[in-house]
């Protein structure tokens, strides 16, 4: 976790202030976060994060047809569950 952490710090500094998309592929797999006292989906950390450094950030469960609007697409492909 930590080391996805740096990395979505490092891309979001190039990034500042840019559009992007966050595709959540997998919505129904949900885990319990008790720092929100609620279950999150995977995309969650990753735009509070980038709501947080300034972006402009659209999610959803469809990958648009066209990208050219944004600057950065984080496809979000689920999590490994034993």
């Known amino acids: 976790m930590k080391i996805l ?5 490092a891309v979001s500094a190039l990034c500042l202030g840019s559009d992007v ?4 592929y997998d919505q129904v797999d ?8 609620d279950s999150i989906d995977t995309g969650y950390w990753v735009e ?7 972006d ?3 999610s ?3 990958l648009p047809a066209d990208l050219s609007s ?3 697409v984080f496809m ?3 999590m490994y569950t034993c």
Not at 21 to 24: A, P, S
Not at 48 to 54: D, K, P, Y
Request: aromatic share 12%; hydrophobic share 45%; glycine share 12%.
């Open 21 to 24: 998309y966050i595709y959540n």
């Open 76 to 78: 979000m492909m689920g």
């Open 60 to 62: 959803g469960t469809e």
């Open 70 to 72: 944004y600057d950065a």
């Open 30 to 37: 949900l885990i319990w976060d008790p720092a929100v006292g």
């Open 48 to 54: 509070q994060t980038l709501l947080s450094l300034g």
């Open 5 to 9: 952490s740096v990395i979505l710090l």
């Open 56 to 58: 402009n950030v659209d």
